[in-house]
């Protein structure tokens, strides 16, 4: 039986199904190809990231196709329901990242918090003849312990991120349109399980009060923003904003707007409205933290996608 790695696999990830009577391809197949690939191949079982889509015509193309794998949370690729209706099995691995999606949002906080992002472009340049101008230009920080963080979206990153911030001394609170469990529970290494609760309030409530805002939800079925204009002039002049979610819930223009305007102090984006190809506006933005949407792009966190995705892909089709 073979599987499609089309967007890349962890060698942890490929052992456990070869080890299991799967043959694997990690060559990746262009998208304009991938039905006759499956077809031509005998590909059972196909496993993507972000890069590669499986919609309507792939399922109906590909009868041969049991099962598709999304390593990581978001799903927004592959039409789901229509693939599950054909009979084929749709799974992703929804906690097997959220650790690394956490630890770059918070590392990003730090970084807008003390200018550090902006820093590091000047001071390659700059620093040598204008060690005193950039001095006082980033001696203006401020400490994330005591602010509030709002987190739009509580499900397993959001928690995740929680624990990072409480362990900071940040007040959390959150809001989602799902009863979602608001209990966070992590242990410090040496001394013992800490257990929280961390306060639900409404969209609108978390958006007027929050000091630092990270939003954590999936691209909107109607592709609008989350945080558009109205939401940005909500908030607390000076807030500081991150999208590690998908590009296109926070508008990037009326997010600009903000920034140039002073009301929103800085913003860090994993993700953009445009993948691959971003607006340059936005890139080279002076207020914007970057980085390649390499939330989940950690040793570890790849390491345990694969082989959740072998797993998954083992007990569906249980090769002889």
Known sequence: MKVLANDGISPSGKKKLEAAGFEVETNHVEQDKLIDYINENDVMAICVRSATTVRKEV???????????????????????????????????????????????????????????????EMPANGKDEFKKLKKKYGKGKELREKTLGIIGFGRIGRALAQYALGCGMKVICADIFDVDTHVSFEVQGYGNIEVEVEKVTFDALVRSADVISIHVPKQSDGSAVIGKRELEAMKPGVILANAARGGVIDETALMEA????????????????????????????????????????????DRIGEELADLITAELKPA
Request: glycine share 10%.
């Open 59 to 121: 399922f109906d193309a590909c009868p041969g196709l049991k099962f598709v794998g999304r390593g990581g949370v978001g799903m927004d690729n592959i039409d789901v329901e229509y693939g599950r209706d054909k009979g084929v099995t749709v799974a992703n691995t929804p906690a097997s990242s959220s650790q690394s999606v956490a630890e770059l949002v918070m590392g990003q906080l730090f970084s807008l918090a003390r200018f550090t992002y902006d820093a590091n472009r």
């Open 259 to 302: 920034l140039d305007s002073g009301h929103v102090s800085a913003a860090a984006l994993d993700v953009f409205e445009n993948e691959p190809t971003p607006d340059e506006k936005v890139l080279k933005h002076n207020k914007i933290a970057l980085t390649p949407h390499i939330g989940a792009a950690t040793e570890e966190a790849q």
